[in-house]
């Protein structure tokens, strides 16, 4: 496999609380599905979760303009997910992970995912709830766990299964390391220092410290909302 220029399954925890919940999700599923399965990622981007199904014909596709900096040799084809170019029932599970709000026809999407997947094949979903625009213009919508189970059933998806990641506490130990985006860089590792950004460097430093702090407050506090209705993201599972 090609280098990928961003590893999500190398994130840790209290960096990007959502992506790592995303890997837990990824993992399950990997390791519930037995060897040969047929496995199709829609909107792979660098693909990299591929190793985690390497026990499964894994096909992977995108259309390839997410992120200019990305690798994206590691594709097995380019198409775009409303138009995939692959028979009807040819898989038996598709995974679409964090892309379906970078679709601007989510329900088409979601109806190809439908025709791919042999009677009976899973499609095993992720999307966000609470998210900053990112991949920019690429980046359409935000899903309530009602708005997936509207498209999903629509589609003729059956047996859905949708799941929070976390609530809000996960969502707000999550959004906390945004803040960390404000502050320009210092430059001292590229060779390029920025007198504003070295400047600031004991702020930013303290604020790391403080955020810290205050996330693992809110994994513990997680425990006391039992709604779990306002999310990071959401997970699906559902059968053809």
């Not at 596709?61 to 900096?69: E, F, P, Q, Y």
């Not at 997910?81 to 970078?102: I, N, Y």
């Not at 990641?165 to 001292?188: H, K, Q, S, W």
């Amino acid at each position: 496999m090609k280098r990928l220029t961003t590893d999500f399954r190398a994130v840790r925890k209290l960096d990007d609380l959502g992506r790592w919940h995303i890997n837990g999700f990824m993992e399950r599923v990997a390791s519930s599905l037995p060897r040969g399965t047929r496995v199709l990622d829609a909107g792979a981007g660098e693909a990299a979760y591929r190793e985690l199904f390497g026990h499964c014909r894994y096909v992977a596709t995108d259309l390839g303009v997410g992120d200019a900096s990305w690798n994206y040799l590691n594709l097995d084809s380019l198409s775009r997910l409303e138009r995939l170019p692959f028979r009807s029932g040819a898989f038996d599970a598709v995974l679409c992970t964090q892309v379906l709000e970078h679709v601007e026809w989510p329900r088409e999407c979601v109806a190809e995912f439908l025709r791919v997947l042999r009677p009976g094949g899973t499609l095993y979903l992720t999307a966000p709830m609470a998210q900053a625009e990112h991949q920019v213009p690429y980046d359409f919508f935000r899903y309530t766990s009602y708005g997936l189970r509207s498209i999903l059933g629509g589609a003729g998806f059956r047996d859905v299964t949708i799941e929070p990641f976390g609530g809000l506490f996960t969502r707000l130990a999550y959004e906390l390391t945004r803040i960390l985006r404000v502050f320009p860089t210092a430059g001292l590792r590229s060779g390029s220092p920025r007198l504003d950004g070295i400047a600031l460097l004991p702020v930013r430093i303290l604020t790391l410290g403080l955020i810290r702090v205050l996330q693992r407050l809110f994994l513990v506090l997680e425990r006391y909302d039992r709604e779990k209705n306002d999310p990071f993201g959401w997970s699906a599972t559902a059968r053809r």
